[in-house]
């Protein structure tokens, strides 16, 4: 069986983790909601960004008792790992999606196969 570029290079819990961050730059997350998005144990997806966030390509910063995750965009290779993800990356997971995103496309699906065929 071939593995994936992205499965490759970012083995594991570390391809869904910074898939998340680095794809969605904007967005700093706590550790339990990285783990709820990507599907994984939130004991494991705490010890995979240490590594990361030492390295600096994310950034830690505390707010009050959490502490919270996203990309550094000043990391020298921020672009180029993002764009190695978004070239490799297979279909994101549906977790990733926001339910809201999900529950329109599912009605607009169905609208168009309720529609009589032209």
Known sequence: MQQSLSAILFPGYRRAVLG????HPEEALHG???ARRTGLDSGAVTRELARPAEAGLLKR??????????ADR???VFEELASILR????AL????IPCAILRSAARA???L?????E
Do not use: F, W
């Open 74 to 76: 000043d990391s020298p």
């Open 93 to 96: 997971p549906l977790r990733s």
């Open 109 to 111: 699906m169905m609208a």
């Open 61 to 70: 910063e505390t707010r009050g008792n959490q502490v919270l995750y996203s």
């Open 20 to 23: 998340l961050l680095l794809l």
């Open 113 to 117: 196969r309720r529609r009589p065929h």
């Open 32 to 34: 339990r909601e990285i």
């Open 87 to 90: 070239k490799t990356s297979a």
